[in-house]
């Protein structure tokens, strides 16, 4: 159990995280903040006023500690419009930003477009962790996840072990889940790995893909396992497609909560965690995802696992999609 651990953003992820964080009594204190409902600078003043007096973030964190007793939960919860209430936090999981959501034609927009609106958000995390929590480990789920954690990292410099993104927990459960079902076994028996960025190039890396122990291949016709793999890259928009608003939060607040449970529990678990590279896999100072040992440190080993030529060129290719957001993202900083 840590002392505090902040989440940032109280939307739809957000939510879920300080209802697990509560129930799982993964923190004394879990305090979320969130700026929202936002002001309408156009709406008559008494509007104003009252919408002023509102905080989803409070809404939330009252409605789950009301349910505390009926989970024997004594976690404390803490919420605001302001990011004081981070303060002191051991960890803290940013959620913060837009999410993918349909256009007035029913497109929808890619991740890398968020990253203008998302980039300005992400300045203000980054600016209150430095503020009010210097030393907290940080879990970011924002959106475009390499980008967003390329940014805390630009805006914060912290050591790399404290910064991780989640998206390869997130995407490598959606694999094995296709795959379990495919295959007609448990979830539980099914070991994948999902690799490069969080996008349409991300690599579900087949050559690592077990079912109880045993290789996928031996269960899974190819053709159905490219179906699989291909589903899985575009798993997050299936999601959207079929919500109508927003996009996944039950998944990637739990894979999120993989990885906190992985640093509070000191468990040495390997995760697919977008993290600093710096030669490993032949790329060079940027965030992508590949396997590491998750412990009390963060990030305490990245793996080099042996990749077939197909998985090790996708790889490049995501790595070298990543590299692209990034130097926008080096452009954006700059202005
Ligand atoms: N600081 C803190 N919170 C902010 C800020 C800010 N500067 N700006 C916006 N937020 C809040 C919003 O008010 C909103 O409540 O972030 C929250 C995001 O929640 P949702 O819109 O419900 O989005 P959610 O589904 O939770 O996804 C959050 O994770 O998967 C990604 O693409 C997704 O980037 C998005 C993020």
New binding site residues.
């Given amino acids: 159990m840590l002392d505090k651990i902040g989440v ?9 995280l300080v209802q697990e964080l509560a129930r799982r009594r993964l923190a004394r204190v879990v305090a979320v ?6 002001v309408n600078p156009n709406d008559p003043s008494e509007k104003q006023a009252v919408v002023r007096k509102q905080s ?2 409070q809404g939330k964190a009252l409605d789950i500690a009301e349910g505390a007793p009926l989970i024997g939960s004594d976690v404390v919860l803490q919420a605001s419009r302001d ?1 004081d209430i981070l303060d002191g936090c051991d960890m803290v999981i ?8 349909a256009r007035a034609d029913g497109t929808f927009p890619s ?1 890398e477009e ?1 990253l203008a609106i ?1 980039l ?3 300045g ?2 980054a600016d ?1 962790i430095r503020k009010h929590c210097p030393r907290a480990m940080i879990i970011s ?5 390499d980008a ?1 954690v390329y940014t805390l990292y630009k805006r914060l410099g912290v050591p790399k072990s404290r910064l991780l993104g989640m998206a390869g927990v997130l995407d490598s459960a959606r694999y094995r889940y296709f795959v379990a079902q495919e295959a007609g076994v448990s979830v539980e028996n099914v070991e994948a790995m999902v690799l490069g960025g969080h996008g349409d190039t991300m690599v579900p890396v087949r050559s690592c893909c077990r079912i109880a122990g045993m290789p996928v291949e031996s269960f899974i016709a190819p053709d159905r396992l490219d179906a699989i793999e291909d589903r899985t890259r575009k798993a ?1 928009g299936e999601v959207v497609g079929l919500l109508g608003f ?4 039950v998944s ?2 739990l894979s999120a909560l993989e990885m906190a449970e992985a640093i509070i529990y000191d468990k040495k678990k390997i995760l697919a965690v977008c993290c600093l590279l710096q030669g490993e896999y032949g790329v060079r100072d940027l965030f992508v995802g590949v396997p590491a040992i998750i412990g009390k440190n963060g990030i305490e080993r990245i793996i080099e696992v042996d990749l077939t030529a197909q998985e090790k060129n996708g790889l490049a290719l995501s790595a070298d999609a990543v590299q692209k957001t990034c130097r926008e993202v080096d452009k954006l900083l700059r202005t």
């Fill in positions: 940032i953003g109280g939307g739809f992820i957000g939510g879920v903040t969130d700026p929202a409902p936002f989803v973030a990011y940013n959620t913060a930003g837009v999410p993918r959501k991740r968020l998302n300005k958000v992400t203000e995390v209150a789920i924002a959106n475009p996840l967003i997050g927003g996009s996944a939060f990637p607040a």
